[in-house]
């Protein structure tokens, strides 16, 4: 006999699983030594989102960035 309880319990939703997503690369590009004197710089989220498009793998939305940094901030 299967049992769906577990499988749901454990289970996320596709919002979940995108801020998830999101989360992880907004942490892992933040993390990037090569653009930290950059981000350092920046004034506003749209010049550390400007600065982020500089790596091969950043491929947020402006507005996936700025849910993203909402997310890390309520964490």
């Keep these: 006999m299967h049992d769906d309880r577990n499988e749901s319990a454990g289970a996320q939703s ?3 699983a995108a801020i998830e997503h999101i989360t992880h690369v907004l942490l892992h590009a933040l993390s990037e030594e090569e653009i930290a004197s950059q ?3 920046a004034t ?6 400007d600065v982020l498009c500089q790596l091969d793998y950043f491929k947020l939305s402006f507005e996936e960035f700025q849910l993203g940094i909402s997310v890390l901030r309520e964490g």
């Design 44 to 49: 506003s989220q749209r010049e550390a989102y």
């Design 39 to 41: 981000l350092d710089q």
């Design 14 to 16: 596709p919002e979940e």
